[in-house]
């Protein structure tokens, strides 16, 4: 498809100013439902950036997904996981690793 690249980059852009609008859900809620959350984002991104052979440091990549420094965004938004939602997390690595 011609301009792929640029639909699935546009697509991206949205999908973090989505999840940049959203700031509520929490990635543990994020990994229970949907097995991703904005950091699985940010190795992605470190990732891919190596196959291409760009380095791509993982603070760089987690302040482009976050908006905002790392920390800045756990100080700000971030929740304690509550002991059922890591019961529930715990369970599910569980089951992937089988």
């Not at 859900?25 to 950036?49: G, H, P, T, Y």
Request: net charge negative; aromatic share 8%.
């Amino acid at each position: 498809m011609e301009k792929q690249t640029e639909i699935e980059a546009a697509a991206f852009r949205r999908l973090l100013s989505h999840l940049d609008s959203r700031k509520d859900v929490q990635n543990i809620e994020l990994m229970l439902l949907a097995d991703f959350c904005r950091n699985c984002l940010s190795k992605w991104m470190v990732s891919e950036a190596k196959e291409l052979g760009v380095e791509l440091p993982m603070e760089q990549a987690r302040e482009h997904v976050y908006g905002m420094p790392y920390s800045e965004w756990k100080e700000k938004h971030q929740l304690p996981a509550t002991e059922e939602q890591m019961a529930r997390f715990n369970e599910l690595q569980a089951a992937k690793k089988k």
